[in-house]
Nanobody, 124 residues
Framework: QVQLVESGGGLVQAGGSLRLSCAASGRAFRNYAMGWFRQAPGKEREFVAA????????DYADSVKGRFSISRDNAKNTVYLQMNSLKSEDTAVYYC?????????????????WGQGTQVTVSS
């Protein structure tokens, strides 16, 4: 069982930066691949970024490549999403999620555990 709690969301101007954190409970955190997803009003939940259990491999949605960076600290049971050069279209609720395997990292259905989400609002 893994419980996830996101933090770090807020209101930021376009071009600004935010760093999201996702704190996980349980010693099994280091065994899970982690992903970040987002959902804007009236839209489906979409993949943002994912990182393998060791941190040795990462993947990103095309819309955030070069602007966002995912990382993890297994000693702190935490995964991060550094978001730079934010745009108004990045406005959404951001969720972190955990999955046992890294084979289908962009598919929300592949994830076993989800956090409650944190709101990110980018003003233009």
């Amino acid at each position: 069982q893994v419980q996830l709690v996101e933090s770090g969301g807020g209101l930021v101007q376009a071009g600004g930066s935010l760093r999201l954190s996702c704190a996980a409970s349980g010693r099994a955190f280091r065994n899970y691949a982690m992903g970040w997803f987002r959902q804007a009003p009236g839209k489906e939940r979409e993949f943002v970024a994912a990182i393998i259990w060791s941190g040795g491999s990462t993947d990103y949605a095309d819309s955030v490549k070069g602007r966002f960076s995912i990382s993890r600290d297994n000693a702190k049971n935490t995964v991060y999403l550094q978001m730079n050069s934010l745009k108004s279209e990045d406005t959404a609720v951001y969720y972190c999620a955990a999955e046992k395997y890294y084979s289908d990292y962009a598919n929300p259905s592949a994830y076993d555990y989800w956090g409650q989400g944190t709101q990110v609002t980018v003003s233009s």
